[in-house]
């Protein structure tokens, strides 16, 4: 059984696959990815979430687990992460984010 959060609900729904075992899982068994937010100089989170919102040039986004691949310049926004631990926030100025296989990484201040 694989379960799968609804992007426009949030619900977490089983859609009958088999979980890769490469699927990181949390400890409430919900499928999370890991997320790297750092600058040259700083690391600014660097650990497993549930999802990140950022807004581009076209708008606000999420990103969920098993997100397509995705690159995008992000605006000046706050990152907002789901973990947990919680919710924590980065205000960036802007930045440029990368997802590629339950990995996302924004670089800031390039």
């Given amino acids: 059984m694989a379960l799968r959060q609804d992007a426009s609900t949030g619900k977490l729904i089983d859609d009958g696959r088999s979980v890769d075992d490469s699927q ?62 919680g919710r924590p926030k980065i205000r960036i100025a802007g930045g440029i984010m990368h997802v590629k296989a339950d990995e996302v990484t924004v670089f800031l201040d390039v």
Avoid: W
């Fill in 24 to 85: 990181p899982i949390g400890t409430d068994r919900q499928p999370v990815m890991h997320v790297k937010v750092y600058s040259p100089f700083k690391v600014y989170f660097n650990q497993n979430a549930y999802s990140i919102s950022g807004e581009n040039g076209t708008g606000p986004f999420d990103i969920l687990p098993r997100h397509h691949n995705f690159i995008s310049l992000l605006s000046p926004c706050e990152l907002k992460l789901h973990t947990e631990a």
